[in-house]
């Protein structure tokens, strides 16, 4: 299973006017390739009088799919640098759409390259980039004399609590990094005087947005 990494949060669009011409962009989250080709084609049909709809995406653990579209813009001057700003964030799973409405201005291959390369940062922000980190669900099994304390503690702590079932005994079922896995365990059966069950139910990804 992948380790923890940043991708966006979901859709968001930005637009910026630089000399005239307009720049919208269109970002999304791509786990595919065929997600990402269906989210590109998706803008071209909203688009489809544009001068341009650029596009670029990076899909796997490892980057493993990248691919960039210049699509009518002189060579290297629009969907590279757009896959440029993807890389440089660190972000994966992710696929990008700037259209541009030609201005009457040209602006030359470093003007394309600095302008698609806004546009993108722009449409990321507005997407919201968000962490994802790999969590354990552990289950904390305990007498319902333990339920009070052990539930305060793990509320008041920085691990999320997911649910408390109330059985023949309580349930507490909290996610946990799996870094932490060891010191939680440890943690727990201080808690509750090793009066605790603990046991990894299984493992799943959370989500932090990115300040």
């Given at each position: 299973?992948?380790?923890?990494?940043?991708?966006?949060?979901?859709?968001?669009?930005?637009e910026?006017?630089?000399?005239?011409?307009?720049?919208?962009?269109?970002?999304?989250?791509?786990?595919?390739?065929?997600?990402?080709?269906?989210?590109?084609?998706?803008?071209?049909?909203?688009?489809?009088?544009?001068?341009?709809?650029?596009?670029c995406?990076?899909?796997?653990?490892?980057?493993?799919?990248?691919?960039?579209?210049?699509?009518?813009?002189?060579?290297?001057?629009?969907g590279?640098?757009?896959?440029?700003?993807?890389?440089?964030?660190?972000?994966?799973?992710?696929v990008?759409?700037?259209?541009?409405?030609?201005?009457?201005?040209?602006?030359g291959?470093?003007?394309?390259?600095?302008?698609?390369?806004?546009?993108?940062?722009?449409?990321?922000?507005?997407?919201?980039?968000?962490?994802?980190?790999l969590?354990?669900?552990?289950?904390?099994?305990?007498?319902?004399?333990?339920?009070?304390k052990?539930?305060?503690?793990?509320?008041?702590?920085?691990?999320?609590?997911?649910?408390?079932?109330?059985?023949?005994?309580?349930?507490?079922?909290?996610?946990?990094?799996k870094?932490?896995?060891?010191t939680?365990?440890?943690?727990?059966?201080?808690?509750t005087?090793?009066?605790?069950?603990?046991?990894?139910?299984?493992?799943?990804f959370?989500?932090?947005?990115?300040?």
């Amino acid at each position: 299973m992948r380790q923890d990494y940043l991708t966006v949060k979901d859709y968001g669009e930005s637009e910026i006017i630089i000399s005239k011409s307009r720049f919208l962009t269109y970002v999304n989250r791509a786990e595919t390739e065929e997600e990402a080709l269906q989210f590109i084609e998706h803008i071209k049909k909203i688009h489809p009088q544009a001068t341009h709809n650029c596009s670029c995406y990076l899909i796997g653990e490892h980057d493993n799919i990248q691919k960039a579209n210049d699509d009518g813009e002189p060579s290297g001057t629009a969907g590279v640098p757009m896959l440029e700003v993807l890389k440089k964030q660190g972000l994966k799973d992710t696929v990008v759409v700037v259209t541009r409405y030609f201005g009457g201005i040209k602006l030359g291959g470093g003007g394309l390259i600095r302008a698609y390369g806004k546009a993108t940062t722009e449409g990321i922000t507005a997407a919201q980039v968000v962490e994802r980190k790999l969590h354990h669900l552990m289950k904390v099994t305990v007498d319902y004399t333990w339920l009070g304390k052990v539930e305060n503690e793990v509320r008041s702590s920085n691990y999320t609590l997911e649910r408390i079932d109330y059985l023949e005994g309580v349930d507490i079922f909290v996610f946990v990094p799996k870094n932490d896995v060891d010191t939680f365990i440890n943690w727990m059966t201080e808690l509750t005087n090793g009066q605790a069950k603990i046991e990894t139910e299984l493992q799943q990804f959370i989500e932090f947005v990115r300040q």
